[in-house]
């Protein structure tokens, strides 16, 4: 397989489409959703507390915990329910694929989880400037593009329905990480 | 013929509700959209059993002190075993009879322990397994054996199988549910879906939890009002269609917007399930508010709801692991009794009991002579035993009124019609309407299933 292949996108052609639609040949990316390490790590980044240093004692994960997954503590005896949620393997067995499941309680996770909610609030702080620009900012920063019409109108439309600005500002940055253009991998 | 992409794109209200039609579909049987792997699946042949609740006497009850009474062990008390003591875990001595009488109930006649008089009164209901034995006298392989079919851990519950296999009857809750107040020995592997996908794993509810809110993670928003959400979640449906029309059909998004809308119906339905203050208060007083017997209403409450198996330990740890002292026993089964009987009753008055195939156990049994290994302070309890056991069944197609198989004189092995762990397992799954040996999943190379190579249907104990 060329390195081209390494760099195709999910985007779907429909000719290709019609003769190989499970992609057997590998013309395009298979999408995927972001596995439980870098779902933590994006959410921190983009509320703008990732720790990026490298090595050191490995913590347990925690709400004041900002460092990458990676160097985040696994217990074999009772793994982080957090990323077991998000189908980290089992660390007792070997793994030659992860499960990427799309399961209720991770959309409870959230929704709900105070954690979340508190990266959602970071990063609404970041954006500054009018509501367009933040919108902008927020488009930019989550999803390296700018926002097209619609999807304007339907962040001010929300934020106006909102009881103040910045509690409005605070769930919308929610669903925009909750959303799946956050967390797939196209 | 219209095509789901133009479907979406007709809708005005948006892929939301689409999902929410989904959904609506669901609650009669079979989800249009067809990703949710939760979804009910037929089974393979017609079933006596819909649910499954396993209700779990962690640490090993004994037998010779519950459901396998032996004369013999009185006659000989204090004597040795004659043809020697068989290997268990710690020293053992001399034969050590039962502290408690037995009675027969009901028109079958079947003999149980006077620590369990209100379980006993349903033995015309319930089948006994007194053959019941496995392979270490241990703990942990024990548990996993019992509950996943193999003695080391890496292998998937029965309760993942079963999901697997079977899917659940209401979207809007886990189709498999553990209850334990703590932890029971090895904890979460007892419950895994190993590698089966994990949408099949148990949910585990600590039960010691009162408050609904507690029960389930991340439940409650913290912050906003359900009206709020709902205005947050209608955008995420919004933004998610928009990404999926650019994206192009795909059912892993799908899922996650299908995911999304679940939970947010989860929110009200599971706090309401968990809540047992929605029982009589005369209901409540029949389970007693021991963790078992509130864990054992909230099994009902789900099974109620059509969740597919729930397991519920009776505590944390190992309570019923007595060497030292047996009648230890006496005040354990105080908090068993009253809600095993009242589970039963409740679910026969409920129209249930049929469907619902109630598995009463713990991971092996005790020794019929005393235990003398300098662990213990005092010399009046029994060591884990492997040889023998008993199992007791109710519900789901069981034969009811009905003793199967038998221990020795002494009660401590398995001597006619002996029943491995593997072939409770072959048999709970035909019940539920699967054949075992062709409910599988590849795995590393090879097809893997609930009793691997082993395993052979207990057709004496269907009615």
């Given at each position: 397989m060329l390195s081209s292949a390494y760099q195709l996108s999910a985007e779907p052609v429909a000719k290709n489409m019609a003769v190989d639609p499970d992609n057997r040949l590998v013309w395009r990316y298979n999408r995927q959703r972001l596995d439980a390490e870098a779902l933590r790590d994006d959410l921190l980044f983009v509320s703008g507390r990732l720790d990026v240093n490298e090595g050191g004692l490995a913590q347990n994960i925690g709400k004041d915990n900002v460092r990458r997954t990676v160097y985040c503590f696994v217990s074999r005896r009772k793994l982080d329910s957090e990323l077991a949620l998000f189908d980290f393997p089992n660390p007792n067995n070997t793994s030659e694929q992860r499960n990427a499941t799309n399961v209720p309680p991770q959309r409870l996770y959230f929704m709900n989880n105070e954690w979340v909610i508190?990266?959602?609030?970071?990063?609404?702080?970041?954006?500054?400037?009018?509501?367009?620009?933040?919108?902008?900012?927020?488009?930019?920063?989550?999803?390296?593009?700018?926002?097209?019409?619609?999807?304007?109108?339907?962040?001010?439309?929300?934020?106006?329905?909102?009881?103040?600005?910045?509690?409005?500002?605070?769930?919308?940055?929610?669903?925009?990480?909750?959303?799946?253009?956050?967390?797939?991998?196209? | 013929m219209m095509t789901r992409r133009d479907c979406l794109k007709t809708f005005g209200t948006g892929f939301g509700m689409t999902a929410f039609a989904g959904l609506a579909g669901a609650a009669v049987g079979g989800s249009p959209l067809n990703t949710n792997p939760l979804a009910p699946k037929p089974p393979q042949f017609p079933a006596s059993a819909k649910h499954v609740?396993?209700?779990?006497?962690?640490?090993?009850?004994?037998?010779?002190?519950?459901?396998?009474?032996?004369?013999?062990?009185?006659?000989?008390?204090?004597?040795?075993v004659p043809d020697g003591n068989l290997k268990?875990?710690?020293?053992?001595?001399?034969?050590?009879?039962?502290?408690?009488?037995?009675?027969?109930?009901?028109?079958?006649?079947?003999?149980?322990?006077?620590?369990?008089?209100?379980l006993g009164a349903h033995m015309d209901e319930c089948c006994v397994i007194r053959s019941m034995y496995t392979d270490r006298p241990n703990h942990e392989p024990s548990l996993l054996l019992m509950n996943t079919g193999d003695k080391q851990v890496g292998r998937p519950s029965m309760g993942s199988w079963l999901t697997y296999g079977l899917g659940s009857e209401n979207q809007n809750l886990p189709g498999f549910v553990v209850l334990c107040p703590g932890f029971p020995v090895i904890g979460p592997q007892l419950w895994a879906s190993t590698f089966l996908?994990?949408?099949?794993?148990?949910?585990?509810?600590?039960?010691?939890?009162?408050?609904?809110?507690?029960?389930?993670?991340?439940?409650?928003?913290?912050?906003?009002?359900?009206?709020?959400?709902?205005?947050?979640?209608?955008?995420?449906?919004?933004?998610?269609?928009?990404?999926?029309?650019?994206?192009?059909?795909?059912?892993?998004?799908?899922?996650?917007?299908?995911?999304?809308?679940i939970a947010y119906r989860m929110q009200s339905e599971a706090p309401e399930v968990f809540d047992i203050s929605k029982e009589s208060e005369k209901t409540r007083a029949r389970y007693g508010d021991s963790d078992f017997g509130r864990g054992c209403l909230m099994s009902l409450r789900l099974i109620e709801k059509g969740v597919r198996m729930v397991q519920v330990y009776y505590g944390n740890s190992q309570p019923w692991d007595n060497h030292d002292d047996i009648l230890i026993h006496r005040k354990l089964a105080r908090d068993a009794d009253g809600p095993i009987a009242a589970l039963l009753e409740d679910l026969k008055s409920r129209g249930l009991l049929d469907e619902t195939l109630v598995i009463i156990s713990g991971e092996f049994g005790r020794t019929p002579v005393v235990e003398v290994s300098g662990l213990v302070k005092v010399q009046n309890g029994r060591d884990h035993n492997s040889h023998g056991f008993s199992s007791v069944l109710a519900g789901g197609g069981i034969k009811g009124g009905y003793v199967h198989g038998a221990t020795d004189d002494f009660g401590f092995k398995a001597v006619d019609k002996p029943v491995h762990i593997h072939d409770l397992h072959a048999t709970v799954l035909h019940l539920m309407g699967i054949d075992h040996t062709r409910l599988t999943y590849r795995y590393s190379g090879r097809d893997f299933r609930l009793t691997d190579v082993a395993g052979n249907v207990v057709h004496e104990i269907i009615a």
């Open positions: 508190a990266q959602a609030k970071a990063m609404a702080a970041r954006l500054k400037g009018t509501d367009m620009e933040r919108i902008d900012q927020a488009y930019r920063l989550l999803f390296q593009r700018p926002p097209s019409a619609g999807e304007k109108k339907l962040a001010l439309d929300f934020l106006r329905g909102a009881a103040d600005n910045e509690k409005g500002w605070a769930e919308y940055a929610q669903i925009l990480m909750t959303s799946n253009e956050f967390q797939f991998v196209d | 609740i396993f209700l779990f006497l962690n640490g090993g009850p004994s037998q010779v002190d519950t459901f396998d009474p032996k004369p013999m062990l009185d006659k000989f008390n204090g004597k040795p268990t875990e710690r020293k053992t001595g001399n034969l050590l009879k039962s502290p408690f009488e037995f009675h027969k109930y009901g028109q079958s006649g079947i003999e149980v322990s006077e620590i369990f008089p209100k996908p994990a949408v099949y794993q148990g949910t585990y509810i600590p039960n010691n939890e009162k408050t609904p809110d507690k029960l389930v993670q991340f439940i409650r928003n913290p912050e906003l009002q359900p009206q709020e959400q709902r205005r947050q979640l209608d955008l995420l449906g919004k933004l998610n269609e928009i990404q999926l029309r650019r994206a192009g059909e795909d059912r892993e998004l799908e899922a996650s917007i299908q995911s999304a809308e």
